[in-house]
């Protein structure tokens, strides 16, 4: 064959070279260009951006991406996930994505091939790999059933092979790289850096379409929203989040197509709702957050965050209301999404304190100890909680009338107790209460409980002849023989005298037992200081 005859040929493998590079995946198609000066943003003009702004804007795009695949729009997908790329070459996912709504098989193969490499123990690049590779094996066998066949010695080119024959593949090689790098440079990237702490957006530089006049300093569109550029980036650094906004819409209706404004948009009211939620503002913020949602429904920061304002707004509601058991409803659900959200505890709080003295005034006793109880155990210094907590266990437990009265007198200063029946004292015996930290506590009370043998789980012990005698938050401090230690040894024995308990007045081994026969529920107990 001549050479003239080999032309068409030429001229077909060339634009296919060329095609080839621009479904390249994005990190080859730029390498070029960073190879012309070291850096591709400054082969540009572009600004430095922070690491840290360009994982963030990275991911903001791959969820671009991801969205528009999902929603089967392949070329918007393909432009997000390789801007992406071009922010953040070292993410699995992106590049399984792009695999997915590739153009061709080989550069499913690819970008595949790419996933690997940075997790080479990936089940689905591996899966994906396979079938990619079937398919473009499938594509080949049918281009080899559709074409003559090579002579021996002379192979079928395939796009992704390096050519044989001796043609000039120069020329039409260096052709076809000065078509890609126009392509490139005037549909390329617009890297837009806006400073520490701005999202870096890569926004495709758009074909102007204003037609210049001769001689006129009429500015072309993208002239105009370049000259928007410097005023955004200001807005964002001072957080006016009203101005960022606006400048965004108004590059909008400049160019409705202009690429990235979408992105931009979803972190400016996303920071927006989340400074409202800082100042207490939630009805504002929830407003942003569904402006992000409405850019993007898999925003998954802006669901939360709107999820969790919804909820404690509709507390608020339920507490203003007084609907005390929907208002701790609420409030839990809140809680247990973000335990630090606004003063959701301080509000939990009252709202069962509240719920407590609800039921205590229904006359429903043991509702309303349940509702102090859980008031103590989110505040246990809650002191309004304790004294109406002391009040229900008074009335379920009232003193039970005895013939002969009875009453256990306790003195701390000189660690002595006196048991009396009427007026004749029976009985005086040294004794032991709470060491300095946790003191006895003085005032006037009476048996409320008698338990044989109580079990003290926090300090793993046994409580021989125990008498309850008054709570402290939802424990109960009492009366009670030397304690046992789990190996069978009496704690504090050859002690008493000494003020050295948690809080309990302890007893001899014998004086208790005494005592815990005689005493009934309802015995008052007097101690003093």
């Known amino acids: 064959m001549n050479e003239g005859s080999r032309e068409p040929g030429c001229r077909t493998l060339a634009l296919c070279f060329c095609l080839s590079l621009l479904l390249r995946p994005i990190d080859v198609i730029i390498a070029p260009i960073k190879r ?52 953040d070459d070292g993410v699995e996912e992106t590049w399984l994505w792009l695999a997915g709504v590739a153009t061709t098989s080989q550069e499913s193969v690819a970008c595949l091939q790419r996933a ?15 079938w ?53 440079l005037t549909g390329g990237f ?26 006129t300093p009429t500015p072309t569109t993208l002239q105009r929203i370049e000259t928007l550029h410097a005023p955004l980036n200001a807005a964002w650094e001072a957080k006016g989040w009203p ?7 108004q590059i909008r209706a400049l160019d409705s197509h202009y690429g990235g404004i979408e992105a931009w948009l979803i972190a400016v009211h996303l920071a927006w709702g989340q400074d409202l939620v800082a100042e207490g503002q939630l009805e504002g913020a929830v407003a942003h957050f569904d402006a992000v949602l ?59 304190y509240q719920l407590g003295l609800a039921r205590q005034a229904n006359g429903e006793l043991v509702d309303a100890k349940h509702a102090f109880e859980q008031a103590l155990v ?27 009265p009875k009453r256990i007198e306790i003195y701390i200063g000189q660690q002595r107790m006196l048991v009396y029946e009427g007026d004749r004292l029976i009985w005086n015996w040294v004794v032991s209460t709470g060491e300095p930290g946790r003191p006895t506590r003085t005032g006037h009370f009476q048996v409320l409980d008698k338990i044989p043998n109580a079990y003290a789980s926090r300090w793993n012990l046994q409580m021989p002849y125990w008498l309850g005698i008054y709570y402290v938050g939802p424990s109960e401090n009492g009366i009670h023989a030397l304690p046992i230690l789990s190996n069978g ?25 005494r005592l815990y026969e005689w005493a009934e529920v309802g015995t008052p107990v007097d101690i003093y200081p």
């Open 36 to 87: 012309l000066k070291g850096d591709w943003k400054a082969a540009f003009g572009m600004a430095d951006v922070s690491p840290h702004d360009r994982q963030a804007q990275a991911a903001a795009l791959r969820n671009a991406g991801i969205a528009a695949a999902q929603a089967g729009q392949k070329v918007q997908a393909r432009r997000y996930l390789r801007q992406s790329i071009a922010l």
């Open 116 to 130: 690997l490499i940075i997790n080479p123990h990936s089940r689905h690049a591996r899966a994906g790999l396979r």
């Open 132 to 184: 990619a590779q079937q398919q473009a094996e499938q594509e080949q066998s049918h281009d080899l059933t559709s074409t003559q066949v090579a002579s021996p010695g002379h192979p079928l080119v395939t796009p992704a092979s390096v050519p044989s024959r001796p043609y000039r593949w120069s020329h039409w090689v260096g052709a076809a790289l000065v078509v890609w790098l126009i392509v490139l």
């Open 190 to 215: 617009l890297v837009v850096s806006l400073g520490t702490g701005s999202p870096v957006v890569v926004l495709p530089r758009p074909t102007p379409t204003d037609t210049p006049v001769p001689n």
């Open 243 to 249: 101005e960022c906004v606006r400048i965004l819409e």
């Open 294 to 352: 409405a850019l993007d429904a898999d925003e998954k920061t802006a669901r939360e965050q709107r999820v969790l304002a919804l909820a404690y707004l509709a507390a608020q509601a339920s507490y203003a209301a007084r609907d005390w058991p929907k208002a701790t409803y609420q409030l839990q659900a809140v809680l247990g999404l973000d335990d630090d959200y606004q003063n959701a505890e301080a509000l939990l709080y009252q709202c069962y």
């Open 378 to 404: 989110i505040n246990k210094g809650g002191t309004e909680a304790q004294a109406a907590l002391e009040q229900v266990i008074f009335l379920l437990t009232p003193p039970t009338p005895t013939p002969i």
């Open 489 to 513: 040894q009496r704690l504090w024995e050859g002690f008493l005298g000494r003020p050295i308990s948690y809080g309990c007045v302890i007893l001899g081994v014998e004086e208790a037992r």
